[in-house]
């Protein structure tokens, strides 16, 4: 099968592809140059390469995106050429809703009769600041609605974004997928108390772990109030 992936990069769909080209896939990866989300104007200088048995192609962002006031609009690409368009894909994967490459290769798979699929990876979240739900809310009647409304399926990691599709399609287009793994780095693990070791911990003491991005969308700082009034109480670490 051919695979068209459009995503910006992140470790679990760098994952995704390396597993489906070691199953005899081929895989292309559509993205933008952009270096980091830190630095508009850091470019990726190799606009095309394979890595792992994954095509990689990038597109030039549009000049001087950098000074526009979203990412949507920082991101937006300088254009697809007719002779990539026309490639034969047997899917579309997409990885992020609010992305220009996610709207542009939504509507390029439904006009040549593609399924795409999308990742939904906390992009249905609502935005807490009221300018942020402005631009969502206008995302979602311009392009958001029509792009999970088409989707052969929507992609969820957990029962809560499932939820949240629900107004969007029907509960048999609603898949649980969780992340994936690279189990080949568990296999060498070290010595259980290194960790506590290293950071000074008690081996009577409790530790508190979260594990995930430091974001307001992952509520970590309640988990801080919380915890600030038991770490003495129950002699434990977060």
Same mark, same amino acid.
């Given at each position: 099968h051919r695979d068209l992936h459009s995503f910006p990069t992140r470790r679990s769909s760098d994952l995704l592809g390396r597993?489906? /080209?070691s199953r005899g896939h081929s895989v292309s990866v559509y993205t933008t140059d952009v270096l980091t989300i830190e630095n508009w104007k850091a470019r990726v200088k190799k606009k095309n390469e394979e890595a792992s048995g994954v095509? *990689?192609? #990038? =597109?030039? #962002?549009? $000049?001087?995106?950098? $000074?526009?006031?979203t990412k949507f609009l920082k991101l937006l690409i300088a254009g697809v050429d007719d002779s990539q368009e026309a490639m034969d894909f047997d899917i579309v994967h997409i990885s992020e809703i609010t992305h220009p490459l996610g *709207?542009?290769? %939504?509507?390029? /798979? #439904?006009?040549l009769n593609i399924p795409y699929v999308i990742?939904?990876?906390g992009n249905l979240s609502? &935005?807490?600041s009221l &300018? #942020?739900?402005v631009?969502?809310? %206008? =995302?979602d009647f311009l392009w958001g609605r029509r792009m999970l409304k088409n989707a052969s399926a929507l992609l969820v990691q957990n029962p809560h974004e499932g939820e949240l599709c629900t107004p969007y399609t029907s509960s048999g287009?609603? *898949?649980p997928v969780l992340l994936p793994l690279d189990m080949a780095s568990f296999q060498n693990l070290p010595s259980r108390g290194v960790f506590k070791e290293k950071y000074h911990i008690k081996e009577n003491e409790k530790m508190i772990l979260f594990l995930g991005r430091i974001h307001e969308y992952k509520g970590i700082q309640l988990l801080v109030e919380a915890s600030a009034g038991l770490l003495n109480k129950l002699n434990c670490r977060l």
């Open positions: 597993e489906l /080209a095509k *990689v192609i #990038r =597109f030039s #962002r549009r $000049k001087y995106g950098d $000074k526009l006031p *709207v542009k290769y %939504s509507s390029w /798979a #439904r006009k990742s939904i990876f609502r &935005p807490r &300018p #942020r739900q631009l969502r809310n %206008s =995302f287009r609603i *898949v």
